[in-house]
Structure formats: C-alpha cells, structure tokens
C-alpha cells in the first residue's frame, strides 16, 4: 500500500484562502481562521458590545435629583447640603452621557463637574458614596488617596484608580468610561509644608499633579492588572473625559484656616457687626477655594474641582436618628445579628440617649456610636449564641456596666 503526500490543503473555513495566501492559519477542532478573518471578527465583535451598551444607557431611566436625594434620605440621615450637591451632579452626569450619544444643532459640549466634600470624621462622607452606588446605573468604585505615591515610589501610581474602575466595568472599556470614581482622604495628599525640602513630597503635592490629568480629562494607559507588579502587561486606554470624580476629605484643622480669612478684616466700621454674624460653632459652612489652598493643594486641582460643598457635623439629634431611622441602622443591624440566633433583642430609650451623650464627649461622630454599641454587645454577642436565652434586655446599668469595663474613657478627645 503506497503513502500518499497528497494531503488535503489547510485552508480558512471563513474566506476559503490557502494557507499560502494568508499570514497566519490558526487551527480549531474542525476548522480554521485566518489572521484578517479574525480581525474583521474583533472589530464585529466590538462593534456589537458598544452598539448594545449604547441602547442599555438609551432605555436607562434617568432619575431626577429629588428621588436621588429621596434614596439617599433612607440611608443618611441629614446632610441635606451635600445630597443636593451629589445629587444633581449625578444627574447632570447622566445627561451628559445621553448627549454623548445625540448630537444637537447647537453643538453645546458640557463640562463635567467634580466634587469636593468636605467634612468631619464620621458626618457621612463615604456613606454617601456607598449609597449612591447602590442606585447607580454605571459603574462605581471608591479608592483610598492616602496609597497613592508618584510614579517610581512604593505605593500605588495614579492609574490604579481607573484600574479598579475597570474591574467593576468588567473591563468593558466603553462602559468604565462612563463611570463615577469617589476618591476618599483627599486631604491626605495635602502639600505637607510650604517651605522647601531637600526630600521629595510623592505621596502630595506629586499626587496632585498626577491626578490633574484624570480630572481635566484625558487618554490614560491603564494596567489592568496593576502597575508594578506586571511590567510587561499590555496597557489599556481609557478616557477620563466623561468619568465623574467626587473627592471627600476630613481636612482636619482647616477651621483655623478658615477662621483667619474670616478675621482679615478687623479695621473700620463694619468689621465687628460682620464678624457677630459669623457662627463660630461650625466654620465649615464658610469653606472657600482659598482655604483648600491655604490647607495644602494646589491651585490646579482646585480649578479641577469646581463644586465645592461640606458636611454637617453631626448634632445630638441627629446621633438619635442615626442610631434606629435608617434603613441599615446600627441597631437595625445588631437586632438582625441577635435574630439569626433566634434572639430577641430590646433596648431601652434611656440606654440609646447614654450612648449618643457617650458619642459626643468622644467626639467621634458616626463612626463612635458603632463603637460603642460593639463595646456594650460584645459580651452578650460572645455568650448568648451558646445558650438557651432567647431574649436580651439592655438597660442602663447593663450599658454602664460594659461600657466601664471597656475604659472608653482613653478614647475621649481633648
């Protein structure tokens, strides 16, 4: 039986070319491809994914500013400077991404709006940010400030922001160029000092001036899986010109800038009526572009972050509130911990105003009350599970008890 060298020649199952004619055959089970079948694939396949992406953002309901406020009202309580301000910027977001997509007569190009919040630690300001994304349509991510360093120092380089926005996108491109980033601690990368230094300030002021080009708007060469640890990853570019930035920083300390621009005038007539209206329990309220420069950014990224709006801190009342009204309250939370053991939990109302007054001395906001709650639920969360109680009443002494066991009393602010 003789061999035969006649085989059957490779060709593409797509355009029929022979192997010869083509740069590249690739081989599958059955079949083949060639290098530009593949190619007009990709560009097909691109093509479909955006083509779709586009009609999702045509047919999303575009909700207004008052039920965006509306949604944000069931989970923070008060703030309701700054749920307009987040408010309206998404929304306005949202239009600028629908006219993206139609083009009208006049050819009006609107300018994106980022934010500034500022406030205490504990007001709400990365609360807020988590409770947006719940609602949003595009895709959200939060990242830290204070990881990020200049390009070349250990840390984290800028472009690891759009880095996690593109893992939310699922790396879908089109859609993180959509998205909404909420940088948190902005403050952190305040300029550490005005006079100069023979050390190199990259973890500041060389962060701003990273960070200027993602929010002006730019084509950015992202690392998908991170900057340094792949070096030879291939890059992804992405535009920052429709990505929405909303920045949020305690700026502990910026009073006393605000409270010397207040006090500059302090010859002729009208200076002391002008300073009687000045309420000097919440400084905040005055906060001004200036006083971002004075506390340590620079000019060029405060003309990047036109809207500027603060926080609230909070008061007894609204340490009330917090503690049973929204729709993740903290005791909402615990009782729902207690109920998974089949644990019936009840609080008394004095209890509830022991732990506001013991929030306030800590001066801790928010973020205090959880503390405290932890302290006095620690024990009984420790023992209850294994026992055959089924129902657990916290009283006054009961608190008081747990609470002086703990000593919070190290925790108190001076």
């Known amino acids: 039986m003789a061999y035969s060298n006649d085989k059957k020649a490779e060709k593409c199952s797509f355009c029929g070319r022979n192997k010869k004619e083509t740069n590249l055959l690739i081989a599958g089970v059955s079949g083949h491809i060639c290098d530009s079948c593949a190619e007009q ?14 009609l999702d953002l045509k047919h999303l309901k575009l909700l207004k500013p008052m039920e965006i406020k509306n949604f944000l009202d ?12 987040i408010s309206v910027a998404v929304y306005n977001h949202y239009k600028r991404l629908t006219q993206s997509n139609h083009r009208d007569e006049e050819e009006v190009e609107i300018e994106k709006s980022n934010i500034v919040l500022v406030g205490e630690t504990g007001t709400g300001k990365t609360l807020l940010a988590r409770t947006i994304a719940k609602m949003l349509h595009v895709p959200f991510t939060i990242v830290d400030a204070t990881v990020l360093t200049e390009a070349g120092y250990v840390g984290e380089d800028i472009e690891s922001i759009l880095t996690r926005l593109l893992q939310v996108a699922d790396y879908n491109v089109e859609s993180a160029e959509r998205g909404i980033v909420f940088i948190d601690e902005l403050d952190k990368i305040a300029r550490k000092s005005d006079n100069p230094s023979i050390t190199r300030d990259v973890s500041g002021e060389g962060v701003q001036q990273g960070l200027l080009k993602l929010l002006e708007g730019s084509v950015v060469n992202v690392p998908p899986q991170g900057g340094r640890k792949h070096p030879d990853q291939k890059m992804i570019p992405v535009n920052t010109k ?16 605000i409270a010397m621009r207040l006090n500059t005038q302090v010859v ?11 309420d000097r329990t ?7 572009p200036q006083d971002l420069k004075s506390f340590g950014l620079i000019p060029e990224i405060i003309g990047r972050l036109p809207v500027l709006t603060y926080l609230q801190p909070l008061n007894r009342e609204t340490l009330r509130s917090i503690l049973t009204e929204p729709k993740n309250s903290i005791l909402k939370q615990y009782s729902k911990l207690f109920k998974m053991d089949g644990i019936d939990l009840k609080v008394d109302e004095n ?5 506001v007054d013991k929030a306030i001395e800590f001066k801790l906001g928010a973020r205090g009350l959880r503390s405290i709650c932890e302290a006095i639920m620690i024990d009984p969360m420790f023992e209850m599970p ?11 002494k009961f608190a008081q008890t747990k609470l002086e066991k703990v000593n919070f009393s190290k925790l108190k602010v001076a």
């Open 41 to 54: 694939a990709y560009g097909i396949v691109r093509e479909e994914v955006k083509s779709k992406s586009d």
């Open 74 to 85: 069931q989970y923070v309580i008060g703030q309701d400077d700054a749920k307009k301000f």
């Open 242 to 257: 429709n990505i929405l930035f909303i920045c949020g920083g305690a700026f502990d300390g910026i009073e006393k800038k």
């Open 268 to 278: 002729g007539y009208t200076a002391g009526t002008k300073s009687e209206n000045i």
């Open 282 to 288: 919440n400084l905040l309220q005055y906060i001004a």
């Open 351 to 355: 209890v509830l105003e022991y732990i």
């Open 386 to 396: 294994s026992g055959k109680t089924k129902e657990l009443l916290i009283d006054l």
